[in-house]
């Protein structure tokens, strides 16, 4: 009976990990999907945006996102299916939230994760306004961002269903 | 700042074949010849940790900091017409990085498990090291390995200039199930989330049967713990698939229900077709093969026997054959396939060649298990916008002249 008890521990396996609180799930999990969840409360709007551009983001990325050094973040809507697409967030992303969850954690490259939630959904918004993704008067938040309709919403083939053969 | 390596750069290894084809030469020698220095003196002091021969210079090969947009954002080659044999050694393992190199004490690193899951989970490295562990021979690549043959003209320069994110490694850790068992993976988790420490969070989405049965949580690479470049003192290891998904620095692995969509699986990482819509999660790794010996920016020796040497590999499993044309690919010889052959593994080649002098352009083709075979590069291109690069793993043709000059040529 003994051995028994021992065979089914050894069964189970160790197990060393140690439950972690929803509070502290939730300061660890900033990726956000493109349902928007896990959005954060603020808003920002293109105004604003265009300010903080203009301070912590223009060196890298250009005037209007236009590029250089850093990747063009505008442009080349419509470029795709040419002989020489060029593709840019504008362009060729097809997920607003996935601009919020990148510029959030890894931008500016000399300072990830110093924008505060209001800096990155005004920054969302003005990026998106270069070429009139979003409206000029465009406020970005938890509800408005998901909503937002890429260009290239549709572009992508999904071949991981290949991948699995 | 993109995988696409830069190729227009000085030479930084010059590599020649010296010695290889050279003859016998008969010459008198005296007694004192045979006396080298190091058999009438003492030798050099015990050491804590190895290093090569102050004689070798093998380098992983840098990008030019002018061509860098940021200097922390980039990659650097594994020199892979230096190497020998399957294994990558540790401190030549290619780089890419997004910003940097994370600098983490194990002792406060932890590794979160979270999202669609009965019990969030954390686990110190002292915990994972505690854990039953598996062994496994596995090559990283890049999927923007290569690309620069996607390119108009060819580049110039070595082989490791070219193919160079391509390494290999034992590696050792802790099944990514097992842990995912124990916190608890509810139904309605179908992919994960992988997210690293590093100062761009690098994140990338894998389906979940897939990461459940075959990640590997490597805490070791051959057989020390990883080189802080390969992610110490945790990264995923998720053999053949694109390195890119392969998270360094591994801190947290969230259970999704969908793909999570992040910068690298869109905006990077996917394959542009012609008609402007883009191939996306397609994460497994070709077929593919390249001569490392003759290659690119090497000097031939003159007419003579010559051992053809490369490397073969497969993200689908075994590599079951390796031909080699010496006539840009109207005729084909079998290699000898060096053993150990492994699954998603580099596996060796050779075979013994006597150069005429003539010119001659060289050949790999490899065939894996599941009878996937190299493209030519006119294949290859045929589906993709002229700006794809990604998963390039068409045959490489390296052009020897009679001027015993070896180049990068389309063939």
Not at chain 2, 110 to 126: A, C, D, N, Q, Y
Not at chain 2, 157 to 166: K, Q, Y
Request: charged content about 20%.
């Amino acid at each position: 009976m003994l051995s028994a008890v021992l065979l089914a521990m050894v069964a189970a396996g160790p197990q060393f990990g140690t439950p972690v609180d929803s509070a502290t799930v939730a300061s660890w999990d900033s990726s956000i999907p493109p349902s928007g969840k896990g959005l954060p409360s603020g808003q920002g709007s293109v105004a604003e945006g265009q300010v903080v551009y203009a301070q912590k983001c223009v060196m890298c990325h250009g005037v209007n996102g236009a590029g250089k050094p850093a990747d063009p973040l505008t442009g080349g809507i419509g470029t795709l299916a040419s002989p020489k697409p060029v593709k840019t967030v504008a362009s060729y992303w097809p997920y607003a939230t996935t601009l919020f969850d990148y510029i959030r954690r890894a931008m500016p490259i000399s300072q990830p994760r110093s924008l505060s939630n209001h800096e990155v959904y005004a920054l969302v918004a003005y990026i998106l306004s270069v070429n009139g993704i979003v409206r000029k008067d465009a406020v970005m938040d938890a509800e408005t961002l998901p909503k937002v309709k890429m260009p290239n919403r549709d572009g992508f083939i999904n071949a991981f269903g290949a991948a699995r053969r | 700042m993109d995988t696409k390596p830069t190729h227009d750069r000085r030479q930084f290894l010059q590599s020649t074949l010296a010695g290889i084809g050279s003859a016998a030469i008969p010459m008198s020698v005296s007694a004192d010849d045979y006396l080298e220095p190091s058999m009438t003196t003492p030798g050099q002091p015990f050491t804590p940790y190895g290093m090569p021969s102050p004689h070798e210079h093998v380098q992983r090969l840098l990008e030019p900091p002018a061509e860098m947009a940021w200097p922390l954002t980039g990659v650097s080659f594994t020199p892979i017409e230096s190497l020998e044999g399957m294994i990558t050694p540790s401190g030549l393992h290619f780089e890419r990085h997004h910003n940097g190199v994370a600098d983490i004490d194990p002792k406060s690193h932890r590794l979160m498990i979270h999202g669609l899951v009965k019990t969030p989970l954390e686990f110190s490295m002292e915990a994972l090291l505690r854990y039953p562990r598996v062994n496994a021979m596995h090559f990283v690549e890049c999927a923007g390995n290569s690309g620069g043959n996607a390119g108009p003209e060819p580049p110039q320069g070595s082989a490791g200039a070219i193919h160079g994110l391509i390494s290999c490694s034992e590696w050792s850790g802790v099944p990514l199930g097992r842990l995912l068992d124990e916190a608890g993976v509810l139904p309605e988790g179908k992919w994960i989330l992988a997210e690293g420490a590093d100062a761009a969070s690098m994140s990338r989405s894998i389906p979940l049967p897939e990461a459940h049965e075959q990640a590997i949580l490597a805490l070791f690479q051959n057989g020390e713990r990883l080189r802080p470049e390969q992610g110490y003192p945790l990264r995923l290891l998720m053999p053949g698939w694109e390195g890119n998904l392969n998270v360094k620095w591994l801190h947290r692995v969230k259970v999704t229900d969908a793909p999570t969509m992040t910068k690298d699986e869109t905006s990077k990482y996917t394959q542009s077709l012609k008609d402007g819509r883009a191939l996306q999660f397609n994460l497994i790794l070709p077929v593919k093969s390249v001569i490392t010996r003759p290659s690119g920016s090497m000097t031939m020796n003159g007419p003579g026997f010559y051992e053809i040497s490369g490397i073969a590999w497969s993200g689908h499993g075994k590599i079951e054959q390796v031909e080699v044309s010496m006539d840009a690919g109207r005729s084909w010889t079998r290699a000898e396939l060096v053993a150990p052959v492994l699954p998603k593994c580099l596996t060796r080649f050779r075979l013994p060649w006597q150069w005429d002098g003539k010119p001659a352009v060289l050949q790999s083709r490899s065939t894996d298990e599941r009878g996937n075979v190299q493209p030519t590069r006119a294949a290859w291109k045929t589906p993709f916008s002229s700006v794809q690069f990604y998963h390039y793993n068409a045959i490489q043709s390296w052009s020897i002249d009679s001027d015993n000059s070896v180049k990068n040529v389309y063939a």
